[in-house]
Nanobody
Framework: QVQLVESGGGLVQAGGSLRLSCAASVTIFSVYKMAWYRQAPGRQRELVAQITVGGGTDYVDSVKGRFSISRDNAKNTVDLQMNSLKPEDTAVYYC???????????WGQGTQVTVSS
């Protein structure tokens, strides 16, 4: 059982930056792949960024060069640094933890990110 708590969402002007943080209730980095998803109104939930146990990262094409996912093992947190934000980045962002066995999958409650033009 993993509890995920997100923070950092809010309203930002286009071109600005936000940093989202996901705090886990237990040590997650040894056995969980962490990821950020987002869901915009009327659209499917999509994978934005992920970071593996080994530290490898991957991003959806639309955010490459603008977003960066990172983890802090000491604090059990996973962050998403979002730069050069665009209105199309507006969505509810969710933190996700997937066990390496694929048998466990946990989600945060979501945090709203709104980018104004």
């Amino acid at each position: 059982q993993v509890q995920l708590v997100e923070s950092g969402g809010g309203l930002v002007q286009a071109g600005g930056s936000l940093r989202l943080s996901c705090a886990a209730s237990v040590t997650i980095f040894s056995v969980y792949k962490m990821a950020w998803y987002r869901q915009a109104p009327g659209r499917q939930r999509e994978l934005v960024a992920q970071i593996t146990v080994g530290g490898g990262t991957d991003y959806v094409d639309s955010v490459k060069g603008r977003f960066s996912i990172s983890r802090d093992n000491a604090k059990n947190t996973v962050d998403l640094q979002m730069n050069s934000l665009k209105p199309e980045d507006t969505a509810v962002y969710y933190c996700n933890a997937r066990h390496v066995t694929r048998l466990r999958d946990y989600w945060g409650q979501g945090t709203q990110v709104t980018v104004s033009s």
